[in-house]
C-alpha cells in the first residue's frame, strides 16, 4: 500500500486546513508532539511549564475527537519530529510526506532532514499572503511600515479550504496501536477537562462572539491598550498560535463584518494587527536561525549562551517572579505567571525594563516568555523582543515606565488587582 503521512503538527483544526484535501489515496494523518519543545531547556531555562504542555494536550485531544467522529483516525507521536515521522514512514511504507509550510530554522532542519527519505510536499496553511512573497523574500523589507505598504494593497486572502469527503484516511481503530505514548503522556499530565480558548471550537465560538455577536470588535482600536479583562482585544493569539484558528478565516470574517455590518478605525486595526503577524513570519523565513543570535539579524551572529553576573541572576529572577519592586512591572508579570497571557502594553513594557533598565540579554526575557506564554509562537515572541532590544526591525524601543503605568493604568486598578499589597 502506498500510503501518505499528513502531518498535522500546525494546523490542528478542520475548518481550512489545505492538508486534508492536499492528497488523494490511502493516508494517515498524524501529529508529533516535540519533546524538545515541551521538555527541553534553553540558556537554563525550561522551554514549556506544566499550562503549556497541559493546553497542547488538550488541544491535540479534542482535534483527535473531531476528526475521529468524520471516521478519521490519528496518530500522535512523541518525540523528535524528523525521527518519529522517520519511524512511522518505515512501519507503514509510507513515500509521500504532506505538511505545513514551517516558520520557524529548527522545524525547517526537521523537515530538510525528511526530504532525504520521503518526498516532502509543503503548504501554505498559515499566512495571509500565500506565496506571493517567496519568489522575493531577499527583498523583503526589514521594517513593517514599507512592508505593510507594499503588500497591503495586492493583499488577497484565499478563500478557506473546502475538506472534500474521502474515505482513504486510516479508520481511528487503525490508527490506536500508535497512540500508546501520547495517552501516558495525557495521563501523566492531568490534561484540561476543556482545552480552553486553544481548541478549534472554542476559537470559532470567539471569533462569532468578538466580531459578530458583542461586535466588541468595533471598538478594538480604543480599548487594545487596555491590560486586563476579556474583551479589550481579540485574544485570537492563542489559537492563531496553535493553528486551531487559521488567519484567512479570522481575516474573512473581518472583511465580511465590513461588508455587511461596518467598517471603521477599529475593524482596520485588527487587520493591521494580523499583518504585523504576517510580517513576522516572513521575516523569520528570511532570516532563519539568524534570530536566535544575541544581534539576531543585525552585527555578526553570535550564538554563545547569554552570560549574566551575579546581580544580574538576581534581578532576571526577580523580574520572572514579578518582585523587582515596579509595581506595573510586577503585576504584569504576575499576570503572565498567573494566566498564561499579558497584553500587548505590558508586554513592551516588561520587556523594555528588562532590556534597559536591567540590561540583561533579550533573549533571556524571550525564553521566559517562550515558557509561559499560552500564545507563544515563535516569530511572534522572538520577533518583538529583538524589536525592544533594538536587535530586529527597529532601532531599540525604551518605555518609560512610570508615563506608561499613569497613562495606562491611571487609578492603579490594574496594579490594585495584582498586587493587592502594593498601593495600600
Ligand atoms: C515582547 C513581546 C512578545 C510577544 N510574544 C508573542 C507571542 O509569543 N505570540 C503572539 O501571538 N504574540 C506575541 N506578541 C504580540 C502581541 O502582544 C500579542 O499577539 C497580543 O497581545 C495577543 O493578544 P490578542 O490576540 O488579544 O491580540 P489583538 O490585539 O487582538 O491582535 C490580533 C492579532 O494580531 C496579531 N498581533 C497583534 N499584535 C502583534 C504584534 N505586536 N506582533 C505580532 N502579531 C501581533 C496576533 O496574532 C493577535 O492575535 C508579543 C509582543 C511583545 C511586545
Known amino acids: 500500500m502506498n500510503i501518505s503521512l499528513v502531518l498535522l503538527n500546525d494546523t490542528l483544526r478542520w475548518h481550512d486546513n489545505p492538508l486534508l484535501n492536499a492528497c488523494e489515496g490511502p493516508k ?10 515541551f521538555f527541553g531547556r534553553q540558556y537554563g531555562l525550561p522551554r514549556a511549564n506544566l499550562q503549556r504542555l497541559q493546553q497542547q494536550i488538550a488541544v491535540i485531544a479534542a482535534l483527535k475527537n473531531t476528526l475521529a467522529a468524520k471516521h478519521i483516525g490519528l496518530i500522535t507521536l512523541v518525540g523528535d519530529t524528523a525521527s518519529c515521522i522517520s519511524t512511522l514512514a518505515g512501519e507503514l511504507k509510507a513515500e509521500q510526506l504532506y505538511c505545513a ?6 522545524e525547517y532542519a526537521a523537515i530538510n532532514r525528511l526530504k ?20 522575493n523574500l531577499a527583498m523583503m523589507p526589514d521594517s513593517f511600515t514599507p512592508f505593510r505598504k507594499q503588500r497591503e494593497p495586492l493583499l488577497q486572502v484565499s478563500e478557506p479550504a473546502m475538506q472534500a469527503p474521502d474515505q482513504n484516511w486510516l479508520l481511528p481503530a487503525q490508527t490506536e496501536p500508535y497512540n500508546s505514548a501520547f495517552m501516558q503522556l495525557s495521563q501523566q499530565y492531568h490534561t484540561y477537562s476543556t482545552a480552553g480558548i486553544g481548541s478549534e471550537a472554542s476559537a470559532l465560538a470567539r471569533l462569532q462572539h468578538y466580531i459578530w455577536q458583542q461586535q466588541h470588535i468595533l471598538h478594538y482600536k480604543q480599548t487594545r491598550n487596555q491590560l486586563m479583562g476579556e474583551n479589550y482585544a481579540s485574544f485570537f493569539s492563542v489559537p492563531l498560535s496553535l493553528g486551531s484558528l487559521s488567519v484567512r478565516c479570522s481575516w474573512q470574517q473581518i472583511v465580511s463584518f465590513e461588508q455587511q455590518v461596518q467598517a471603521n478605525d477599529s475593524t482596520y486595526w485588527l487587520k493591521f494587527e494580523l499583518l504585523w503577524r504576517e510580517f513576522f513570519r516572513w521575516q523569520f523565513r528570511k532570516y532563519a536561525n ?11 551572529p553570535d550564538f554563545s549562551q547569554p552570560q549574566l553576573s551575579k546581580a544580574q541572576l538576581k534581578q532576571f529572577n ?19 505567571n498567573q494566566t498564561g497571557l499579558m497584553s500587548n502594553r505590558g508586554r513592551q513594557n516588561v520587556a523594555s525594563y528588562l532590556l534597559h533598565n536591567l540590561d540583561i540579554d533579550w533573549r533571556l526575557g524571550a525564553a521566559y516568555f517562550e515558557q509561559r506564554l499560552l500564545d507563544y509562537d515563535c516569530a511572534s515572541n522572538w520577533g518583538n523582543w529583538a524589536y525592544i532590544a533594538g536587535t530586529g526591525n527597529s532601532t531599540q524601543r ?13 487609578q492603579g486598578a490594574f496594579v490594585k488587582a495584582m498586587l493587592p499589597s502594593a498601593l495600600s
Open 101 to 106: 509550510e514551517p516558520v520557524a530554522s529548527y
Open 290 to 300: 539568524l534570530w536566535f543570535s544575541k544581534g539576531a539579524i543585525k552585527g555578526q
Open 398 to 410: 525604551q518605555f518609560n515606565i512610570s508615563k506608561q503605568a499613569q497613562m495606562y493604568d491611571p
Open 28 to 37: 494517515a494523518a498524524v501529529i508529533v508532539l516535540n519533546k524538545a519543545a
Open 318 to 336: 526577580l523580574w520572572c517572579q514579578g518582585n523587582t519592586g515596579e509595581p506595573f512591572i510586577d503585576a504584569n508579570m504576575r499576570l503572565l
Open 116 to 135: 532525504q527519505t520521503l518526498n516532502v510536499t509543503q503548504l501554505d496553511c498559515n499566512s495571509l499572503l500565500g506565496d506571493s512573497l517567496r519568489p
